[in-house]
Structures are given as structure tokens and as C-alpha cells.
């Protein structure tokens, strides 16, 4: 027997849509190797924790408009392009001794082929579609308040937004 579900009870019903991902920290390339004998990692992630993954769960985006959208954050979180919000932990310099920090820090080569790749898509995308694609995808924001801040009329970013992940498909060479 299945129980029908009000619409108060729907209201209250657990918002977060859970799935398995592989770890960041291990990249899609270690995870391809299982018979390699690794240890795959994975960790749960809240689908709908992002405007982009929210949009996707709920059937708005394709998979590979969604998956192009993860690349680009995935680049710009690569690239350490979010600003930041506490100290750096970096190593200090010492006043004399063995223990002074090397001098001048450098970018790893992973950062700046991120933030090369990074800037690449944006540029590809062009000025009218790197806006809105940003907004989303990188900063956070939901389609209403992007297309506010961008003085754009209402239910007109979802539709730029796809235009610029169909775009950053084609730049990434996913498969379509």
C-alpha cells in the first residue's frame, strides 16, 4: 500500500538530493584506474548545494551543460581565484635561523593551468554569457538574483545560462 503525501508534508520532506562523487583531491583520472589496485575515494555531495546543481537535479540542465559548468568551477576553485575570507597559513618568515620561509612563494603549475584554462573559457564565452555564467556557476548566486544584479528581466537568465554551457561544452570537448 503507498501512502499519498500532502502538500504539508512535501513541504517539510528532506530538501537535500545526496550523491556519490569522486574525491576532489583524486581527479577523474585516478578514479578510471580501479583494477590498478587504488583505494577509490568518493564522498557524498547536496545536489542542490549550488544554483548550478540545483538546477540540474531538477531536470533544467542537461548532463552535459551540468558537467561543463563543474569544469569551469572546478578550474576556478583550482586556480585559488575565491577571494579570501581568513588569514593565510602560509609559512612566516623567522627573524634569523634555519627556519625562514622560502623566499616568494610561486603558483604550482596545477593553479596556473586552471587559472589559463579558466580565463580561456571565459573568453570564449565572450562578455554577454561570461557574466551570467559567472554569477552561477562560480559565485553562487541563484538565476533570480544574477538576473536582478544584471538588471536583466525575470526567467531570462536560465535560458542565457544554457546558451553558456552549451558553449562551455563545446570549449571543454565534452561529449554531446
Not at 547536496?46 to 542537461?62: D, M, Q, T, V, Y
Not at 625562514?100 to 580561456?120: C, D, N, V, W
Amino acid at each position: 500500500m503507498t501512502k499519498n503525501i500532502t502538500r504539508s508534508e512535501k513541504k517539510f520532506a528532506d530538501p537535500r538530493l545526496l550523491a556519490e562523487r569522486a574525491h576532489p583531491q583524486d581527479g577523474e583520472e585516478r578514479n578510471d584506474r580501479r583494477s590498478a589496485g587504488r583505494r577509490v575515494r568518493s564522498v557524498t555531495v547536496n545536489l542542490s548545494e549550488s544554483p548550478l546543481g540545483w538546477l540540474h537535479a531538477r531536470g533544467h540542465l542537461s548532463d552535459r551543460q551540468f558537467d561543463a559548468g563543474e569544469k569551469l568551477r572546478a578550474d576556478w576553485e583550482r586556480a585559488h581565484l575565491a577571494p579570501r575570507i581568513t588569514m593565510r597559513w602560509d609559512a612566516t618568515p623567522v627573524s634569523g635561523g634555519k627556519r625562514l620561509a622560502p623566499a616568494g612563494y610561486s603558483e604550482t603549475e596545477a593553479q596556473i593551468a586552471a587559472k589559463q584554462r579558466f580565463a580561456s573559457a571565459i573568453d570564449h564565452l565572450g562578455s554577454g554569457l561570461s557574466d551570467i555564467a559567472w554569477r552561477i556557476i562560480c559565485g553562487g548566486e541563484g538565476t533570480p538574483a544574477a538576473e536582478k544584479n544584471l538588471g536583466w528581466p525575470a526567467r531570462s537568465g536560465k535560458l542565457v545560462l544554457k546558451i553558456a554551457l552549451d558553449r562551455l561544452a563545446d570549449f571543454y570537448r565534452l561529449p554531446g
